[in-house]
């Protein structure tokens, strides 16, 4: 059976989904959703896509779209993964699943009475680099003592990867601070129990922190001490520092290092050497598979409760 699925958010993201769904054999995109019709359109004609709009609603209404892949803007996630729930469609939210616990909420609980797929795009859990620290930790040949994560852009302005404009704001606590809330609590393999947050000057026209300083601790004593910058001048993206009781690693998206800063194979590891692929094979596994994914939005709730509890500690 080739599972048809339909794409909305045909911008930078959207683009490395479409990308990662050509490798995915028995998956076709057969309608694509964009914020201007003639982008959406050249797009659509690029990638071989038959159908392109600019109203997800349209593309709920093709009977034959079984799945749904959102790449939309962060306040559009929550309201968008409810709607094709309710049009009956297995859906993939890419991070963060909503910027307000009570939509979270709404999405896991909508999700356990449809019996849908309902997955969130943590990707970090599936790149080869972050998994491979997993198989070692479920080997209980590694435990985590301390994770150290850098998390670093220079953006004064509302552009995206490509350096094009924004039709929204991005956020460091929902968006950027969601990857590694997650990834910390699942590598630990324990809960978090205490966060506190500090952040810096609010940007007078963004309206947003350009700084951020989290502190977490899992039930198991682990601890993770995550910086955040949209300030940052120098190398872009994230970096984590994994130091454990028997070893301290180097991840950088699917790259891996030791501490000593050699490089690690980690080529077999996984089918791809792609994060955003092995999300998507994980999601189009579940759907034929009847079963939870990886990175279900109810695996990933605890999370969003912790950025609630934070955000509430900010403001006060």
């Not at 479409?18 to 359109?41: N, Y």
């Amino acid at each position: 059976m080739t599972i048809k699925v339909a794409l909305a958010g045909a911008g930078a993201f959207g683009s490395k989904h479409l990308d990662a769904m050509k490798l995915i054999k028995d998956v076709e995109v057969i309608s694509l959703v964009g914020r201007e019709l003639p982008k959406t359109q050249e797009i659509a004609a690029k990638y071989g896509i038959p159908h392109a709009t600019t109203d997800l609603a349209h593309s709920l209404a093709i009977k034959e779209v079984d799945a749904v892949v959102l790449c939309t803007p962060t306040q559009m996630h929550a309201a968008q993964a409810l709607a094709c729930l309710d049009a009956g469609k297995h859906v993939q939210v890419e991070i963060p699943l909503c910027d307000m616990l009570k939509d979270g909420q709404a999405v896991v609980q909508r999700q356990k009475e449809t019996g849908l797929v309902a997955m969130c795009g943590h990707t970090r859990r599936f790149n080869p680099s972050h998994q491979w620290v997993r198989q070692r930790i479920v080997k209980d040949e590694f435990h985590i003592q301390q994770m150290d994560v850098q998390t670093y852009f220079f953006r004064r302005s509302n552009m995206n990867a490509l350096g094009q404009a924004r039709s929204w704001t991005d956020h460091l606590l929902w968006h950027h601070a969601a990857h590694t809330v997650d990834l910390f609590a699942y590598q630990a393999r324990s809960p978090i129990v205490k966060a506190n947050a500090l952040q810096g000057p609010i940007h007078p026209t963004l309206g947003i922190a350009m700084d951020m300083s989290i502190q977490l601790q899992a039930a198991n004593g682990a601890i993770c001490t995550l910086s955040l910058s949209f300030n940052n001048d120098g190398p872009l993206g994230t970096f984590f520092r994994y130091i454990g009781d028997t070893g301290t690693y180097l991840a950088r998206y699917d790259d891996l290092f030791n501490g000593k800063d050699e490089k690690i194979d980690v080529s077999q590891v996984d089918v791809s050497m792609n994060g955003i692929e092995l999300q998507d094979r994980e999601f189009f596994a579940a759907i034929r598979e009847g079963r939870e994914p990886n990175a279900s939005v109810a695996q990933v709730l605890p999370c969003y409760e912790v950025l609630h509890g934070l955000e509430q500690q900010l403001n006060a």
